[in-house]
């Protein structure tokens, strides 16, 4: 048995197994009917059956369906980056996050298209209590991040954790994405949590923490949606957090997101691969010997990168004109695409709580405001 036997994905000697036992399921029924529509469903039964490795299933299958969806929920994406990495060659992607599945779906369908190496991804084990949805997980290369641990559990978890992507970034070449933190981002300030550098940094077998970055080859990647489907589903977190109370989630209601999130609107999507981090890293070495400060210091590199190649929407600048009561840019973007988000907010948001109206609003004016603050900086 192997020590990452509780979260890891598949081996691809297991994949055929579990497609046979979950080719009846009702939930992959529903995934080839959307994917392969008027196809007569003993094809993709047949063609499932025949399935032997994860990077078939995903080519042949998840793709087509990550395809289908940006046709249908989308205005189109754009991609600005890939052409600077290299082929068969790993590399940890750390990204903001801003829906639970297509972040690391979407991104994959980038990679396959560059022919470059598909990644093994990080996902909740909260959002995979169904066992469809864990199988499914499995057979998409994604790994397990255990929620909800005592402090004990939590070191011990974070230990594998980091173990497991070592294992996977530098013995079997295969790159990894992770999310600059844990869950998807509330407020629309994308911060990478210095906790999350910790536990990379726990697989380390260098005494020198930043060669053994080096050695991952760490690249920041930004995602951007002109429109959050999930934007409203937000705000009761956002309430509770405001009134130092623990939000308890509904029932399904991490299954509900994630539905929302896949099939909701989105008007257009942005990818942007940043630069893949080496002489930032020598430079923090260089400059401190602290291990919390080196930390501290590449998560601030993280958070300029992802900001700096943030695609900025009409919308992030209607919310901003709104919030700030200003017409400061309203050169960029049209009244009509400002009467639609106007529409959008009316519908979404109780108009006689200002707290949620603020909160949304700032929602899609924060990436705003931070890339004013890092240019006002640099």
């Not at 369908?109 to 093994?120: E, K, P, R, S």
């Not at 210091?297 to 990168?305: G, Q």
């Not at 109206?357 to 924060?366: D, H, I, T, V, W």
Request: with cysteine.
């Amino acid at each position: 048995m192997s020590k990452f036997d509780s979260i890891r994905p598949y081996y691809d000697a297991e994949i055929n197994g579990a497609l046979k036992d979950t080719v009846e399921h009702p939930m992959m029924r529903a995934l080839m009917e959307f994917t392969f529509p008027g196809v007569d469903e003993e094809v993709w039964k047949t063609q499932l059956k025949k399935t032997y490795s994860i990077r078939d299933f995903q080519s042949n299958f998840i793709y087509h369906s990550i395809q289908k969806v940006i046709e249908l929920t989308s205005e189109g994406l754009t991609t600005t980056g890939f052409e600077t990495l290299e082929q068969n060659t790993s590399y940890l992607f750390i990204s903001n996050h801003r829906d639970i599945i297509l972040d690391t779906s979407i991104l994959n369908g980038c990679l396959f298209d560059h022919g470059l190496l598909m990644t093994a991804s990080a996902i909740g084990d909260n959002l995979v209590k169904k066992s469809f949805m864990n199988i499914l997980a499995k057979i998409n290369r994604n790994f397990l991040v255990l929620r909800g641990l005592s402090p004990r559990e939590l070191l011990q978890s974070s230990k594998l954790l980091s173990e497991y992507i070592a294992q996977l970034l530098l013995r079997e070449n295969r790159s990894v994405w992770i999310a600059q933190r844990e869950g998807r981002t509330k407020d629309g300030n994308d911060a990478t949590h210095p906790g999350v550098l910790k536990m990379l940094a726990m697989g380390s077998e260098e005494e020198n923490s930043i060669k053994y970055f080096k050695k991952i080859r760490i690249v920041p990647i930004s995602i951007s949606y002109e429109y959050d489907p999930t934007d409203a589903l937000k705000m009761p977190q956002l309430i509770a957090e405001a009134n130092n109370e623990v939000y308890v989630k509904a029932k399904n209601e991490d299954f509900n997101t994630l539905l929302r999130g896949i099939m909701g609107p989105k008007k257009r999507i942005h990818i942007s691969v940043g630069k893949i981090l080496d002489t930032e890293l020598d430079a923090i070495g260089s400059e401190f010997e602290n291990t919390n400060k080196q930390v501290q210091a590449l998560a601030l590199i993280l958070d300029n990168s992802i900001i700096k190649n943030y695609k900025l929407w009409p919308t992030n600048y209607i919310a901003y004109d709104i919030l700030n009561a200003s017409t400061e840019f309203s050169h960029l973007y049209t009244p009509d695409e400002k009467a639609l988000f106007e529409r959008r907010l009316e519908m979404r948001i109780d108009h006689s709580d200002e707290f949620q109206m603020q909160s949304f609003l700032a929602m899609y004016a924060n990436p705003v405001v931070n890339k004013m603050k890092l240019e006002d900086a640099m």
